[in-house]
């Protein structure tokens, strides 16, 4: 088992910058991919980014550019870095994880955490 932690989420106004945090704990020796989803109200959970062991890194053509995904693997901490925000950037985010592999469909990850909320608004 794998359980993952997400920090860092709050209001921020628009063009503002925030940094999300995953922490993860449990069986974590094997490689993981981590991910980073969104989940606006009333609208299903969409891939943002994510990031292989060996640092393979992919995002969703919308945030790219303005969102950076990085993992320091020694403390188990995935983090997104995200800039230049806009109100459609408000949602609950969620980490997640998966043995290997790269995947967008949140239905193929086994792991995810509570979420945190961002919200951009002036």
């Known amino acids: 088992q794998v359980q993952l932690v997400e920090s860092g989420g709050k209001l921020v106004q628009p063009g503002g910058s925030l940094t999300l945090s995953c922490a993860a704990s449990?069986?974590?020796?094997?490689?993981?991919?981590l991910a980073w989803f969104r989940q606006a109200p009333g609208k299903e959970r969409k891939f943002v980014a994510l990031m292989t062991w060996p640092g393979f890194i992919f995002y969703e053509p919308s945030v790219k550019g303005r969102f950076t995904i990085s993992r320091d693997n020694a403390k188990n901490t995935a983090y997104l870095q995200m800039n230049d925000l806009n109100p459609d950037d408000t949602a609950i985010y969620y980490c997640a994880a998966k043995r290997g592999g790269i995947f967008q469909s949140p239905n193929l990850y086994d792991y995810w955490g509570q979420g945190t909320q961002v919200t951009v608004s002036s």
């Open positions: 449990g069986r974590t020796e094997s490689s993981l991919t």
